[in-house]
């Protein structure tokens, strides 16, 4: 390998982490929004797992929270991390 390439190769891995995906399996559209959810079954009480929508997948994933009552909110991606409690 080059040293072009590997640089190249090195700059392909860094804009893979800077660009969040949709979590949606097989998805791989730039994510917009933050679904922040916890299930008290699994999950110690605060704790929040979090998300990630593109618009075509957001009511999908949505749905799928809310049908288990375990969405907590959710945020397009440019807002600020919410550290209010859950209430
Ligand atoms: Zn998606």
């Not at 079954?41 to 618009?55: Q, T």
């Amino acid at each position: 390998m080059s040293e072009f390439d590997l640089f190249a190769r090195l700059g392909a891995g860094k804009r893979d982490f800077d660009e969040p995906i949709c979590s949606r399996a097989g998805c791989e559209n730039p994510a917009e929004y933050r679904i922040e959810w916890n299930n008290p079954r699994i999950h110690e009480p605060g704790r929040i797992k979090i998300w990630l929508a593109c618009g075509e997948h957001l009511d999908y994933l949505r749905g799928f929270l809310e049908s288990r009552e375990i969405l907590v909110r959710v945020h397009e991606m440019s807002d600020d991390l919410d550290e209010l409690p859950i209430t």
